[in-house]
T-cell receptor
Framework: GAGVSQSPRYKVAKRGQDVALRCDPI?????LFWYQQALGQGPEFLTY????????KSGLPSDRFFAERPEGSVSTLKIQRTQQEDSAVYLC??????????????FGSGTRLTVV | GNSVTQMEGPVTLSEEAFLTINCTYT??????LFWYVQYPGEGLQLLLK?????DKGSNKGFEATYRKETTSFHLEKGSVQVSDSAVYFC???????????FGPGTRLSVLP
């Protein structure tokens, strides 16, 4: 597609429920990031993939968060046993290559997760 | 660690007013600097960037100059329009961690 597509756009989960958020990057894009954007805050780094390899997961806030990109295209961010503090917009961004100075990234519209 | 600070909003202006949104950063080395804009219901869009000291990024009437001596990258526009209403994020690219570090965002509302 022309842009980075994320689904669902909105997700309401009961506390304790598991959720899966999907990111479809631009076709052929090698690099993929996940960011978490709490209400009224700037996005914060969660994890980074280069093709199917997860090269950096230092931003994942707990072991309840897990991300994968098994075939180097679509990525899924999974959150187990959701808590209220997980409520945020989850953004995905992709780039044609690993830009070493931040150029060329396209962001998706995000998934807004609300945990009740 | 690296960080970005920007002026708190919301900022409310009348159409055709002059806009300044302040941004300062703390970083090791010489990061690239960016302004991203987020319109309601949409993802982040790159507005402009600068890669080294004294570079001026510009786009759609917005501009910002990379000031190493003051570690700043203030966003300016001479005459805002209602369509500029959005949230603006200042960001740097962390050359060590290889990811973006964003400021908290500044919400701009432009009234007709």
């Amino acid at each position: 597609g022309a842009g980075v597509s994320q689904s669902p756009r909105y997700k309401v989960a009961k506390r304790g429920q598991d959720v899966a958020l999907r990111c479809d990057p631009i076709s052929g894009h090698v690099s993929l990031f996940w960011y978490q954007q709490a209400l009224g805050q700037g996005p914060e780094f969660l994890t980074y993939f280069q093709n199917e390899a997860q090269l950096d997961k230092s931003g994942l806030p707990s072991d309840r968060f897990f991300a994968e990109r098994p075939e180097g295209s679509v990525s899924t961010l999974k959150i187990q046993r959701t808590q209220q503090e997980d409520s945020a917009v989850y953004l995905c961004a992709s780039s044609k290559k690993r830009e070493d100075r931040g150029y060329g990234y396209t962001f998706g519209s995000g998934t807004r997760l609300t945990v009740v | 660690g690296n960080s970005v600070t920007q002026m708190e909003g919301p900022v409310t202006l009348s159409e055709e007013a002059f806009l300044t949104i302040n941004c300062t950063y703390t970083a090791t080395g010489y990061p690239s600097l960016f302004w991203y804009v987020q319109y309601p219901g949409e993802g982040l869009q790159l507005l402009l960037k600068a890669t080294k000291a004294d570079d001026k990024g510009s786009n759609k009437g917005f501009e910002a100059t990379y000031r190493k001596e003051t570690t700043s990258f203030h966003l300016e526009k001479g005459s805002v329009q209602v369509s500029d209403s959005a949230v603006y994020f200042c960001a740097l690219w962390d050359n060590y961690g290889q990811n973006f570090v964003f400021g908290p965002g500044t919400r701009l509302s432009v009234l007709p």
